[in-house]
């Protein structure tokens, strides 16, 4: 055979040029469906740093040395509506909250620990991208938090403030169904997309009594630590309940009523819990598919008072700030391709990224580390008080398993041994890991979590160690990334030039074919083509010859 003699007649006939297509669009009979949508980006964190000089109150004796120094951070706003898109710049503005204990230059009698409280606020400018009429959920920190001592009635602290923000854009789409009067093969996807469906904010009023125990007499209150943990949630058609503990630790002093009192005796801490119930009216009813709650203790105090008989107390009083976004899950089937038997249907497709709610995870673990303060240089009598902050964490997805790694900064004031009236402070960072297994995750989740410490104590071994127990607690929403295509822009082309279909012709199956792509390439559908061929399904192989009749 020659090259020539193996070419057919057929073959040889001179191309045709093909026809430029006119493409007509379709501004009747096309249907649609709306679906909201919510698009969620968490935006770069960014710091913002502060310095302050702090003096000390007349009332207060001179500093020597500063023991600890911690704080919380307030926002005015937390949340953020932009109607239209203005400039990319976000005004921030809040307070600070610090809490000093430091040692006086000459001890006299009473407590050798002096406190400070020092409320500093704070304004400055975000400059970050925000898509127009986006909602912004603000979210602020105190990263670090350094000092210096300037003089015995001065000293400076630079903070350094962590602002985390997440961007949501709801949006309506419309989603292609169809066209009327046209028999169109339309190849479907199921996809779930979620949105906030309602955003609201509540406050509860709180008023707990505490006792302090052995019958002390307490006289005033060095430091306070509030903590609101979420137990439990449930949203219903109208309402959502929450259930919560507010868990409260008090560093405080005693009056001396008996003698022989070292003045470090004076100096006690008190841990106790709040539960509380909150039920959040909701006057749009829906089915929900997930909640989130937030909370703002800002107007929480803890206060020493006395009761009706005149015993001593603390009271726990203020409203506590609950905020929480409601959300709703659809399924749809969105169309992915289609043709029409007839005629050439063209179309274009656009990518849209949304995300899942996938489901809300509550995990904790217990943390346990034996501490030996030899840096001090000072043995161990007695822990006066123990707290600690979460310095950082990152949550990732393995293995059908949330994993929550970060640090815990502990923080103790403790009565040295063997010298009079001698208080000395360990800080210490302590890594803590929680596993949190939910086996639908498939590994592309993204974790928006929270991390509390619900519970911590300290205990004292021998004069050179010290035991600190801690129960870490990560709550969170996981969401999973949601790309699809939508169908837009549907015509008709005329004039496309296709040369003639055949009524019938054997096809040689490839690697990867499908039914869909067959019929569409033919013209035809894939209930002919299994009908035809006598196929229980549609799996395809290689190889495989399918007759394809018209």
């Known amino acids: 055979m020659t090259y020539e003699n193996d070419i057919p007649d057929f073959a040889l006939l001179p191309a045709r040029e093909a026809e430029e297509r006119t493409i007509v669009p379709i501004t009747k009979g096309a249907v649609y469906s709306p679906v909201q949508v919510t698009n969620i980006h968490e935006k770069p964190k960014t710091t913002i740093t502060l310095e302050e000089d702090i003096l000390v109150p007349d009332t207060k004796p001179d500093l020597r040395e500063i023991l600890l120094i911690d704080g919380k951070s307030y926002l005015s706003g937390r949340e953020i509506s932009m109607a239209a898109k203005s400039d990319d710049y976000l005004s921030l503005s809040g307070e600070i909250q610090l809490q000093t204990l430091y040692l006086p230059e000459r001890q006299e009698e009473g407590c050798p620990v002096i406190p400070i409280q020092t409320r500093i606020p704070f304004k400055d400018q975000w400059h970050t991208a925000i898509a127009a009429g986006a909602t912004v959920i603000l979210e602020l920190c105190i990263e670090k938090i350094e000092h210096m001592v300037i003089n015995e009635r001065k000293f400076r602290v630079k903070l350094t403030l962590a602002i985390t923000a997440r961007e949501y854009t709801d949006e309506t789409l419309e989603l292609f169904e169809g066209l009327a009067g046209e028999e169109l093969q339309l190849l479907k ?60 630790s008090l560093l405080f002093t005693v009056r001396q009523d008996e003698d022989g009192w070292h003045p470090s005796d ?62 709703k899950n659809t399924e749809k089937e969105i169309i992915v391709d289609g043709y029409h038997k007839q005629k050439d249907f063209v179309c274009s497709f656009t990518e849209e990224n949304c995300r899942t709610l996938v489901g809300s995870v509550a995990s904790e673990t217990s943390l346990r580390e034996i501490l030996a303060p030899e840096s001090s240089g000072h043995e161990i009598e007695r822990i006066l008080y123990a707290c600690a902050d979460v310095l950082e964490a990152e949550s990732r997805v393995e293995q059908g398993k949330i994993i929550t790694e970060g640090q815990l900064l502990a923080k103790l004031l403790i009565l040295a041994a063997g010298e009079e009236n001698t208080v000395f402070a360990v800080c210490d960072a302590l890594p803590f890991r929680v596993v949190t297994a939910m086996p639908q995750l498939c590994g592309q989740e993204i974790v928006c979590h929270k991390i509390c410490i619900k519970e911590l104590w300290a205990e004292k071994i021998n004069a050179k160690q010290l035991e600190f127990n801690a129960t870490v607690l990560v709550c969170g929403e996981v969401m999973r990334p949601t790309p699809f295509r939508m169908l837009r822009d549907p015509a008709f082309a005329e004039g496309s030039g296709c040369a003639d279909s055949v009524p019938m012709v054997i096809y040689v199956c490839k690697n990867g074919d499908t039914l869909w792509h067959i019929a569409k390439r033919f013209k035809t559908s894939a209930d002919v083509i299994l009908q035809t061929n006598q196929l229980e399904d549609e799996t395809l192989c290689g190889g495989q010859k399918l007759l394809i009749v018209k």
């Not at 906030?196 to 007499?217: G, M, N, Q, T």
């Not at 430091?223 to 219903?236: I, M, P």
């Not at 909701?282 to 105090?301: E, M, V």
């Open 266 to 327: 004076c100096i006690r801490q008190l841990q106790e819990r709040v539960e509380f119930t909150q039920f959040i009216p909701i006057q749009q009813n829906g089915q929900w598919s997930g909640c989130a709650a937030a909370f703002n203790d800002h107007d929480l105090k803890v206060k020493l008072t006395q009761d009706e008989e005149g015993k001593d107390i603390f009271r726990l009083e203020g409203d506590l700030l609950t905020y929480v976004e409601l959300y």
């Open 189 to 248: 996807e199921p996809v779930e997309l979620s949105s906030v469906a309602l955003r609201k904010k509540d406050s509860l009023a709180i008023k707990e009594d505490f006792y302090p125990k052995d019958e002390l007499h307490p006289e005033s209150i060095l430091k306070q630590d509030l903590t609101v943990v979420e137990n439990y949630k449930q949203s219903t058609a109208d309402k959502v309940v929450i259930n919560g503990f507010i868990y409260v």
